[in-house]
């Protein structure tokens, strides 16, 4: 069983600056919404892991970034009961100050299910406003420079 998420924007600035943003994952409570806290067991790497939670009252998960294609995109995956959950995140120049951002969540195994029915809405819904938080942190690190 598989099920699949995906959500995109595209955001004012440079590939670069939304790459050190969103990548800088222990930060994300300073200006995502959605996050709550975030730890990593190291610098961004692949094979490095790491903890989130989100706000409100669901549990935190474990993760493992398992692919860095730096300034392009990643991979982190976290575990779920007799399944994983595998979230892709994709950056693009657009080359005219615009960036296409993506990120894909797909889920294999039994929770597939689950995950569409408690999670799937609540992440469609939330999406826009976590992008447009990562664009609005982007432009405060490069004024800040």
């Given at each position: 069983?598989?099920y699949r998420i995906d959500?995109a ?5 440079t590939?670069?600056?939304i790459?050190n943003?969103?990548?800088?994952m222990v ?6 919404p959605?996050?709550e806290?975030?730890?990593i ?5 692949e094979g490095?892991t790491g903890?989130?939670?989100q ?10 970034i398992?692919r860095?294609?730096?300034i392009?995109g ?5 575990p779920l009961?007799?399944?994983?959950l595998?979230?892709?995140h ?8 615009t960036?296409?951002?993506a ?5 294999y195994?039994p929770?597939?299910v689950?995950?569409?029915?408690f999670?799937a ?6 999406a826009?406003s976590t992008?447009a938080a990562?664009e609005?942190?982007a ?7």
């Amino acid at each position: 069983m598989t099920y699949r998420i995906d959500c995109a924007a595209v955001l004012t600035g440079t590939a670069q600056g939304i790459w050190n943003t969103w990548t800088d994952m222990v930060s994300y409570p300073s200006w995502d919404p959605r996050e709550e806290a975030v730890t990593i067991d190291g610098p961004f790497a692949e094979g490095v892991t790491g903890f989130s939670k989100q706000v409100g009252p669901r549990a935190g998960s474990t993760f493992r970034i398992t692919r860095v294609d730096p300034i392009t995109g990643w991979t982190n995956e976290c575990p779920l009961p007799g399944g994983r959950l595998v979230i892709e995140h994709g950056i693009r120049d657009d080359g005219d100050g615009t960036v296409h951002v993506a990120k894909s969540y797909e889920v294999y195994g039994p929770m597939s299910v689950l995950f569409r029915l408690f999670f799937a809405r609540g992440i469609r819904s939330e999406a826009p406003s976590t992008f447009a938080a990562l664009e609005t942190e982007a432009r405060r690190r490069a004024s800040a420079k």
